[in-house]
C-alpha cells in the first residue's frame, strides 16, 4: 500500500485479555515506531525498530507491553493481561531511513478495555 | 530528557487573522524540530520541519535556539487550518520522536 496500514482500527477488550495489534509500515523504511495516545494528549514513544533490530523500548510502560519486527518490516504490539489504563490510540510510524527524517503515521488502533 | 511543551491546549481564531501557536523544547543536543497536523478524521501528518525552512499553507515556524522556541506562525487564517497542530523534536539519530501535547485550532468563519 501507499502508506502505513494498522489493523485492526478499533478493538475492545475484556480486562485480562491479551491483544496484537498490527502495523505494516511503508515498504523499505528502515524505521518503525510505537506511540501510545491517551485522550487528550500527545502521542507518547513506546519502542522503536530499526530493521528487525528492537533498539529501543523505554517507553514499554510494562514488562506486560512486548512488541516485535522479526522480518524488518510487519510489526505486532502485543499486551497481555489489558487494563483499563491500557485504554489508549496505538500509533504506528515509519521512516525511510534512520536519522532526523519525516514519520509516516497510521491511522492508529483505538483499544478499549472494558 | 527531552521535552516538549505546547501551553495552548485550545486556541480559537477569526479567519483572517494572524495565529501563532507555541512550542517550546528541552534537549541537550541539537535537535530536530517539526510540526506535525491532524485534520478532523486523518492521520498525523507532518505539516513543516525546521531543516527545510519551507512555507507550508502558509505556515512558517522558525526554530530561536536562545529561547529553546519552534512557534508556528500564519499571518492569516483560513477556515480549513482548523485542526490538532502537534510540535515535535527529534534527536540527531533519530531513534526517537518526542511530542507535544498538541494544540487544538479552531478558525471561527
Known amino acids: 500500500g501507499a502508506g502505513v496500514s494498522q489493523s485492526p482500527r478499533y478493538k475492545v477488550a475484556k480486562r485480562g485479555q491479551d491483544v496484537a495489534l498490527r502495523c505494516d509500515p511503508i515498504?523499505?523504511?528502515?524505521?518503525l515506531f510505537w506511540y501510545q495516545q491517551a485522550l487528550g494528549q500527545g502521542p507518547e514513544f513506546l519502542t522503536y525498530f530499526q530493521n528487525e533490530a528492537q533498539l529501543d523500548k523505554s517507553g514499554l510502560p510494562s514488562d506486560r507491553f512486548f512488541a516485535e519486527r522479526p522480518e524488518g518490516s510487519v510489526s505486532t504490539l502485543k499486551i497481555q493481561r489489558t487494563q483499563q489504563e491500557d485504554s489508549a490510540v496505538y500509533l504506528c510510524?515509519?521512516?525511510?531511513?534512520?536519522?532526523?527524517?519525516?514519520?509516516?503515521f497510521g491511522q492508529g488502533t483505538r483499544l478499549t478495555v472494558v | 530528557a527531552q521535552r516538549v511543551t505546547q501551553p495552548e491546549k485550545l486556541l480559537s481564531v477569526f479567519k483572517g487573522a494572524p495565529v501563532e501557536l507555541k512550542c517550546n523544547y528541552s534537549y541537550s543536543g541539537s535537535p530536530e524540530l517539526f510540526w506535525y497536523v491532524q485534520y478532523s478524521r486523518q492521520r498525523l501528518q507532518l505539516l513543516l520541519r525546521?531543516?527545510s525552512r519551507e512555507s507550508i499553507k502558509g505556515f512558517t515556524a522558525d526554530l530561536n535556539k536562545g529561547e529553546t522556541s519552534f512557534h508556528l506562525k500564519k499571518p492569516f487564517a483560513q477556515e480549513e487550518d482548523s485542526a490538532m497542530y502537534y510540535c515535535a523534536l527529534s534527536g540527531l539519530t533519530g531513534n526517537q520522536f518526542y511530542f507535544g501535547t498538541g494544540t487544538s485550532l479552531t478558525v471561527i468563519p
Open positions: 515498504s523499505g523504511h528502515v524505521s
Open positions: 525546521h531543516i
Open positions: 510510524a515509519s521512516t525511510l531511513q534512520t536519522g532526523n527524517t519525516e514519520a509516516f
